[in-house]
């Protein structure tokens, strides 16, 4: 993050209680005391307006759209113009992402790499993806050039993409008015509230329609809770 000039980090579930010590962090030390910590992918991407996951497609079926490497910066640019907040969301080193972790995502970002070892060191894919969105948006280096997204005028607020949080909060009413209608049993719950995620990232709403659709579904529910006539 130093190396590219991005500042802001947040951590989910910190294994380590000394984390923040990392002694190999050469001249990072400032990111790491500014970091951020979060019990949930959740609560740490909640502000956030586009969210890349990252991880390789060898041994999963992604249920949002999988992207190159390099084919990210003309997304994020978009978004950039639009004044959004973006993350990118880098999984345990054994593991990665959880397909609960991916329902928060966007879109999943695959890093090119040899057949025979899908997987990278978790630092050294951290260090790829941020190489290319530094050189291929300009961004976060100052002093962006004439044709830079920012230089562009700013939209509308009704423009802009609403944050991961507000689209949880329409997902979550929708969920509700689903169970008032008997549509979602008891089993199916959980599965239903992830479809809703993914479903509602993939629409690519704006802050107007996710107020209309919100508006729409507290609507359905209040007639839904009225005694019947």
Same mark, same amino acid.
């Given at each position: 993050?130093?190396?590219?000039?991005?500042?802001?980090?947040?951590?989910?579930?910190?294994?380590?209680?000394?984390?923040?010590?990392?002694?190999?962090?050469?001249?990072?030390?400032?990111?790491?005391?500014?970091?951020?910590?979060?019990?949930?992918?959740?609560?740490?991407?909640?502000?956030?307006?586009?969210?890349?996951?990252?991880?390789?497609?060898?041994?999963?079926?992604?249920?949002?759209?999988?992207?190159?490497?390099?084919?990210?910066?003309?997304?994020?640019?978009?978004?950039?113009?639009?004044?959004?907040?973006? &993350?990118?969301?880098?999984? @345990?080193?054994?593991?990665? $992402?959880?397909?609960?972790? *991916?329902?928060?995502?966007? #879109?999943? =970002?695959?890093?090119?790499?040899?057949?025979?070892?899908?997987?990278?060191?978790?630092?050294?894919?951290?260090?790829?993806?941020?190489?290319?969105?530094?050189?291929?948006?300009?961004?976060?280096?100052?002093?962006?050039?004439?044709?830079?997204?920012?230089?562009?005028?700013?939209?509308? &607020?009704?423009?802009?993409? @609403?944050?991961?949080?507000? $689209?949880?909060?329409?997902? *979550?009413?929708?969920?509700? #008015?689903? =169970?008032?209608?008997?549509?979602?049993?008891?089993?199916?719950?959980?599965?239903?509230?992830?479809?809703?995620?993914?479903?509602?990232?993939?629409?690519?709403?704006?802050?107007?329609?996710?107020?209309?659709?919100?508006?729409?579904?507290?609507?359905?529910?209040?007639?839904?809770?009225?005694?019947?006539?």
């Amino acid at each position: 993050m130093a190396n590219f000039g991005f500042r802001h980090l947040s951590v989910v579930s910190a294994y380590e209680p000394h984390w923040r010590e990392a002694r190999s962090a050469i001249g990072s030390s400032e990111i790491l005391q500014h970091a951020e910590e979060f019990a949930t992918v959740a609560d740490a991407v909640r502000e956030c307006t586009f969210i890349l996951g990252t991880g390789s497609l060898t041994h999963r079926k992604p249920d949002q759209p999988a992207v190159k490497l390099n084919e990210i910066a003309p997304l994020v640019n978009d978004h950039l113009v639009r004044d959004g907040k973006i &993350a990118v969301i880098f999984g @345990p080193e054994k593991q990665g $992402l959880t397909r609960e972790n *991916l329902s928060f995502c966007h #879109v999943l =970002v695959e890093i090119p790499t040899h057949p025979q070892q899908p997987s990278m060191n978790l630092g050294q894919a951290a260090a790829v993806c941020l190489y290319e969105l530094a050189a291929r948006t300009g961004h976060p280096y100052p002093n962006p050039s004439p044709k830079s997204p920012r230089a562009e005028t700013q939209p509308t &607020a009704d423009e802009q993409a @609403p944050s991961s949080g507000q $689209l949880d909060i329409l997902a *979550l009413l929708i969920h509700e #008015v689903m =169970v008032a209608a008997r549509y979602s049993p008891k089993n199916m719950q959980e599965p239903n509230r992830h479809d809703l995620r993914l479903m509602l990232r993939r629409m690519h709403l704006n802050t107007a329609d996710q107020r209309r659709v919100l508006g729409l579904f507290r609507r359905i529910l209040w007639r839904f809770k009225q005694p019947d006539p």
